[in-house]
């Protein structure tokens, strides 16, 4: 038996290399906000765009990650890849977060080597989930 190799539509090939940077835009950070005035999550979004990410990576914008009491928050994930939640973070960190994102999209399976992080990758973890599995259909 010949088996030929696996030919996926482009667009399919195109979505299991994005990797999606979740940054919550309704934080706080603690902060008192006045009327107009924008949020901590809100300032780093725009800190992170202002700083470029790398081709391949989304930055999504969201209300809100569930890490209210860990200041500004993001999420990092790619298909068939670890997960990982980060906290404690300013629009200062955009920098930080950007270099992450950077190696974290090169790690095809998203475990970055230790050393490989930056500081705040480190450090400022909240959460790491493993790849979502997918289940085939049950035959009929």
């Known amino acids: 038996?010949?088996?030929?190799?696996?030919?996926?539509?482009?667009?399919?090939?195109?979505?299991?290399?994005?990797?999606?940077?979740?940054?919550?835009?309704?934080?706080?950070?603690?902060?008192?906000?006045?009327?107009?005035?924008?949020?901590?999550?809100?300032?780093?979004?725009?800190?992170?765009?202002d700083a470029g990410v790398p081709d391949g990576v989304s930055v999504v914008p969201v209300e809100c990650l569930s890490a209210c009491s860990q200041g500004c928050s993001v999420a990092l994930s790619a298909p068939g890849r670890w997960s990982y939640v980060y906290g404690r973070l300013s629009e200062a960190h955009a920098n930080d977060v950007v270099a992450g994102v950077a190696a974290y999209a090169a790690a095809p399976d998203g475990l970055v080597p230790w050393r490989s992080r930056p500081e705040i990758f480190r450090k400022q973890s909240l959460a790491r989930i493993p790849p979502i599995a997918v289940v085939p259909e049950a035959a009929e």
């Open 1 to 49: 038996m010949v088996r030929l190799p696996l030919r996926l539509p482009l667009t399919i090939l195109e979505e299991a290399m994005t990797v999606t940077l979740y940054v919550c835009i309704t934080c706080r950070a603690g902060e008192t906000i006045g009327e107009g005035e924008a949020t901590p999550g809100k300032r780093l979004h725009g800190a992170i765009l």
